[in-house]
């Protein structure tokens, strides 16, 4: 079964500087993406990045950014010039796709991410 | 344009009874998901439909169950609630069941088993 593990319960950024979220995860399957989400207190899960397993370059979103190594399993998402609204927790999520379907998110424990200013 | 909603947005119940749970996805969408977010942890998924039909299931009791209608909404039953029922139920529509198709997820139902 694929798991997504995310081992920093809470970070913590100065605001203007830069976090780095990490994420590891455990699949056989050669055919997926990895996902970062945003759940604000709102609760709403928003998309951050999508990383597409196929692809070798890391996927980038203005100040987000992703370390995919594919390899080692890990998924990390960096975060630059960190802002007061970047504040929420953080969920890695892996999805395979199987027979032309989709599959269901798989998602982490999230990381709970703090800004200072 | 819309996006996902849900209904109710807060819900208390009691232990033994039932709940239903709704979902409108984004207009065009004809897949939907559902997840269970319990405090703390991340959502696990419950069900996911795609043009009416079951696509998907998680490791939930037959006490779960779903459905999509003609218009692509969608209900979550839940029977025979226990405390451990207590969490965020969240509802994710996608344009299609594959392929890269972004989920988009509403901002859940808050259910409380008393």
């Known amino acids: 079964a694929q798991t997504v593990t995310q081992s920093q319960p809470e970070m913590s950024v100065q605001e203007a500087e830069t976090v780095t979220l990490s994420c590891t995860y455990d699949?056989?399957?050669?055919?997926?993406?990895l996902f970062w989400y945003k759940q604000p207190p709102s609760r709403q899960m928003i998309l951050v990045i999508r990383?597409?397993?196929?692809?070798?370059q890391n996927a980038t979103e203005n100040r987000f950014s992703v370390n995919f190594q594919k390899a080692a399993k890990s998924f990390s998402l960096k975060i630059s010039d960190s802002q007061l609204g970047d504040a929420a927790m953080y969920f890695c999520?892996?999805?395979?796709?199987?027979?032309?379907?989709?599959?269901?998110?798989?998602f982490g424990k999230g990381t709970k991410l703090s800004v200072k200013p | 344009d819309a996006g996902v909603t849900q209904s109710p947005t807060h819900l208390i119940k009691t232990r033994g009874q039932h709940v239903t749970l709704r979902c409108s996805p984004i207009?065009?969408?004809?897949?939907v998901s559902w997840y269970q977010q319990v405090l703390g942890q991340g959502p696990q998924f419950i069900f996911q439909?795609?043009?009416?039909?079951?696509?998907g299931r998680g490791n939930f009791p037959d006490r779960f169950s779903a459905r999509q209608f003609p218009n692509y909404s969608s209900e979550l039953n839940v029977n025979a609630l226990l405390l451990g029922d207590s969490a965020l139920y969240l509802c994710?529509?996608?344009?299609?069941?594959?392929?890269?198709?972004?989920?988009?997820f509403g901002q859940g139902t808050r259910l409380t088993v008393v």
């Open positions: 994710a529509s996608s344009l299609r069941s594959r392929g890269v198709t972004e989920a988009f």
């Open positions: 699949t056989s399957e050669s055919d997926y993406y």
């Open positions: 990383q597409e397993a196929y692809k070798q």
């Open positions: 999520a892996y999805r395979r796709e199987y027979g032309g379907s989709q599959g269901n998110l798989i």
């Open positions: 207009s065009g969408h004809k897949s």
């Open positions: 439909y795609y043009e009416k039909e079951e696509r």
